[in-house]
């Protein structure tokens, strides 16, 4: 049974740095790609970054190129979406997917099957 948990999520301030965490189980991140989507207030949910098996990453969010870093640590099994210069616009809950296929499925949220419940992060002064 697969699943996802993610953590890290809380209040910071403008500025300001987060790591989100994604810890899987039913499968290993060493097999399958992990994807982090956001879903702001009154949006649609929209991908961020995905991670393939064998660590290629690809950028879905232009607004988080250069701020936003996706990575994994296949010997605890999670992936992690490193987020800094937080602006208000990245305000929202954060979600890590998966698709159970080694390459990444997307990024729209139709293409991948499994979530998890998501974290928020709220960016505030």
């Known amino acids: 049974q697969v699943q996802l948990v993610e953590s890290g999520g809380g209040l910071v301030q403008p500025g300001g740095s987060l790591r989100l965490s994604c810890a899987a189980g039913g499968f290993t991140t060493d097999s399958y790609a992990v994807a982090w989507f956001q879903q702001a207030p009154g949006r649609e949910r929209e991908g961020v970054s995905c991670?393939?098996?064998?660590?290629?990453?690809?950028d879905y969010l232009d607004s988080g190129r250069g701020r936003f870093t996706i990575s994994k640590d296949n010997a605890k099994n999670s992936v992690y979406l490193e987020m800094k210069n937080l602006g208000p616009e990245d305000t929202a809950v954060y979600y890590c997917?998966?698709?159970?296929?080694?390459?990444?499925?997307?990024?729209?949220?139709?293409?991948?099957?499994?979530w998890g419940q998501g974290t928020q992060v709220t960016v505030s002064s």
């Open positions: 991670i393939t098996n064998s660590g290629l990453t690809t």
């Open positions: 997917a998966s698709d159970r296929l080694f390459l990444c499925s997307g990024r729209f949220r139709e293409e991948y099957d499994y």
